[in-house]
């Protein structure tokens, strides 16, 4: 791979649905983020200062052990997490560092149980590996990524150990050797050694102001902010331009154009092509393929996040006393006939119905209407497809009418954008763009009983069984629902929780801003998120 090792995904699919992928969509989603959006990074990763601590610790322990027989995996551990919870203890409310620098993005281990003075470790603090700034959902996997780490020292005979690998390359032994520099003006910092000895709250807070605080570091010179930015936003290499740096570049155009954006604006903005007052305009061939992925990424966003609400509707009828999938539809089409009376005989009708309720005159070519809207309705409009789960219409309507939105804003779009292999992806079995809209509109003016059967035979009670049974392990039971003697019953582990709620999988671009607000490319105010320009945005590579 030429950008470094990719983030996998998690092996514990709990039963109780929070951000799993019951439907097979979510993976997909996944797959673009981590190869052409934002590779390397997730969610967590949103604090310069935890890179440059974790960068620190492997490279100071093998400073500290120039004797080999003290490079032990032992050693490395009882140094890591003495070094792990100081660092914790300093992020507590209203610690000096605290105080003076501010919280990071996001803290982490500050739920530890410390009782000082004491000797640290995870134990000692009641805290597991699961908390370390190292673990796979946390900085783990993006040090690696980014080449800050090296994967795993080596022992004797070639013999891979658990202790972290720091890169040896300048950028890396910069950013090292300037926490290193920034720590020794303590004068406890000799007490973190190999065997570190019983510490005070005092100690720790002394560490905490310089340096063992994360927030210390967006006050670092220029050129450590420069070391970090060549590693996570690389130039060219063989002619092709980096993911990272061409969403970043895509960022700085794009509030160069519609200022006081927040993520959550530059998610639509994207999405539809257009700003506050008109067209995105972008400079570059790159960085306009790197919008349309974004906009293809929404898209499947939508469609996942509808066919969810589905399956939240399907479980919902199975509760209040449905078997079948007959009677499933059944109950729905009353529910959206009374609360759409002779708008909803077909599919086509309620997309008709939302077209005109923006001010499109309904025709009956869908391409030609669906590129009406894409022209007439922006992210500021009601009509936009985003509906509040605070909506009050009935959740089976709420799930129709977001529906209708996303056929009309992508029906005509997914054409244009059939030279990104992303809209193909995974096709029938994953329910691909190119797949799934024609598979829509062949139904749309079919009576709104046959679009409904096919949605909770096809898309929502034979999916959500054949991903499920293809990820059973023998253990955990992932089915929310199966056929039994009376029909279709939702399983044993289910039926104490509530229906499936769809939830909006988060997209790593909120950590990446706040990651970039750090290193001052961008600037982020704090109280209302709004982004603008920051004094090393040029430090981009430009595209």
């Known amino acids: 791979m030429p950008y470094g090792v990719q983030p996998f995904t998690t092996k514990n699919f709990a039963p109780k649905g929070g951000g799993i992928d019951f439907l097979g969509l979510r993976i997909v989603n996944l797959r673009i983020l981590t190869q052409d959006l934002i590779p390397g990074i997730n969610n967590a990763t949103s604090d310069f200062g935890f890179f440059c601590l974790a960068t620190w610790i492997p490279w100071k322990f093998r400073n500290l052990c120039p004797d080999a027989k003290d490079y032990t995996e032992s050693n490395y551990f009882r140094f890591q997490e003495t070094v792990e919870v100081a660092m914790s203890h300093s992020q507590r409310d209203n610690s000096p560092a605290h105080n003076r620098y501010g919280p990071p993005n996001r803290r982490i281990g500050v739920d530890q149980k410390l009782l000082l003075p004491a000797k640290l470790g995870f134990d000692a603090a009641k805290r597991t590996d699961a908390t370390s700034v190292f673990a796979a959902p946390l900085y783990g996997p993006s040090l690696r990524s980014l080449g800050l780490h090296a994967g795993f020292a080596k022992a004797k005979g070639e013999t891979l150990t658990r202790i972290h690998g720091t890169s040896d390359d300048a950028d890396t032994t910069l950013i090292a050797e300037y926490v290193d520099a920034s720590l020794r003006e303590s004068k406890y910092y000799p007490k973190f050694n190999i065997s570190p000895e019983p510490v005070t709250e005092a100690m720790i807070d002394d560490l905490g102001l310089n340096g063992f605080h994360p927030s210390f570091f967006r006050d670092s010179p220029r050129k450590i902010k420069q070391a970090f ?63 349309e992925r974004w906009e293809i990424f929404t898209h499947r966003q939508y469609q996942r996040y509808c066919l969810e609400m589905f399956m939240h509707c399907f479980e919902q009828a199975l509760i209040d006393g449905c078997h079948s999938i007959r009677q499933v539809v059944d109950k729905s089409v009353g529910v959206v006939t009374k609360a759409y009376p002779g708008q909803s005989a077909t599919f086509e009708a309620i997309v008709h119905a939302e077209a005109k309720a923006a001010g499109l005159k309904p025709v009956k070519n869908t391409d030609a209407l669906s590129t009406a809207w894409q022209n007439t309705v922006s992210w500021t409009q009601a009509s936009y497809d985003w509906i509040e789960p605070t909506d009050e219409r009935p959740p089976i309507c709420r799930a129709l009418t977001m529906l209708a939105r996303w056929h009309l804003r992508t029906y005509s779009s997914i054409p244009v954008l059939a030279s990104h292999p992303q809209t193909q992806w995974d096709g029938r079995d994953r329910l691909s763009l190119s797949w799934f809209s024609p598979w829509l509109e062949e139904r749309s003016r079919c009576p709104l009983s046959r679009l409904l059967e096919d949605m909770f035979s096809q898309l929502v009670f034979a999916q959500h069984l054949r991903i499920a049974l293809g990820r059973f392990d023998g253990v955990v039971q992932r089915l929310r629902f199966t056929l039994d003697d009376s029909g279709i019953v939702r399983t044993t582990a289910m039926k104490a929780q509530p229906p499936l709620e769809p939830a909006w999988m988060q997209d790593r671009l909120d950590a990446f801003v706040l990651l970039l607000d750090d290193l001052g490319v961008l600037n982020v105010d704090g109280d209302h998120g709004k982004i603008s320009e920051g004094a090393n945005s040029g430090q981009v590579p430009a595209k």
């Open 229 to 291: 930015i060549r590693k996570l936003l690389p130039a060219a290499q063989e002619g092709a331009s980096h993911p990272r740096t061409l969403t970043a570049n895509l960022i700085l155009q794009t509030i160069g154009q519609d200022s006081d954006l927040t993520t959550d604006d530059l998610r639509a903005v994207w999405h539809t092509g257009t700003t506050r007052k008109r067209g995105l305009v972008l400079k570059g061939p790159e960085i306009i393929r790197q919008r």
